[in-house]
């Protein structure tokens, strides 16, 4: 089935053995576009803390507006799951992408961290953070991302949901994930080889209707 990550976000988290947390986000290879980690928060309300999660570990997902999230794991088995410090999406260690994750404008200049000194999760990237970036058609610029859709049997992102009123006022758009040929975290743009005509003739999305 297709789901709109929007909707997944805060999702509750449900056990075997009891409700443990909400979901935050996916972390996901841009080569590929596959989720590798769901992101969970198992804290409380003074505290955060966050695991990751195999997507194969989600048993189901149930509702369409008020998900639960369903993992065949123990409370205690999603507490001792991956903290989410130890892979992190090379985005989240850069300072502009970190105020996009915490949703608010970046004024600081970027580092000159070049792509060598980054770790081994150079490809991991963030649905909150990505899901925030500009879409670049070969002939300019043509508006913005806002999310993805998830196939939750395969766990990978088919398609970005777009606003294209940079160019077209008001129009939300299906983009194909396989049109869009890369992700600059340094310049927060997505990369698509097609002109903004092609691009905003995309299927039209419409949030409020079932996916199909």
């Known amino acids: 089935m297709l789901r709109n990550t929007k909707a997944l976000e805060g999702a509750r988290i449900r056990a075997i053995d009891g409700d443990i947390g909400h979901l935050e986000q996916f972390y996901f290879d841009d080569r590929n576009w596959q989720i590798n980690y769901v992101v969970m928060n198992i804290g409380n309300w003074l505290h955060d803390r966050l695991v990751l999660v195999l997507p194969e570990a989600i048993s189901s997902v149930e509702g369409d507006h008020e998900p639960i999230i369903n993992v065949a794991l123990t409370k205690e088995e999603v507490r001792r799951s991956l903290d ?21 404008p970046h004024y600081l200049n970027l580092t000159d961290k070049s792509v060598s000194d980054l770790d081994s999760d150079a490809h991991l990237r963030s649905t909150r953070i990505v899901g925030r970036y500009h879409i670049m058609a070969v002939d300019g610029e043509i508006g913005h991302l806002e999310g993805f859709i998830i196939d939750d049997e395969t766990w990978t992102i088919r398609y ?49 209707r079932p996916l199909t």
């Open 160 to 208: 970005a949901t777009a606003a294209t009123r940079n160019w077209l006022p008001g129009k939300k758009i299906l983009l194909a994930t396989e049109w869009i040929n890369w992700i600059s975290w340094a310049e927060a743009n997505a990369y698509v080889g097609f002109t903004r005509n092609r691009i905003g003739n995309s299927p039209e999305f419409h949030p409020e």
């Open 84 to 104: 989410a410090q130890t892979h992190r999406p090379v985005s989240l260690q850069q300072p502009h992408d970190y105020y996009l994750f915490l949703g608010l």
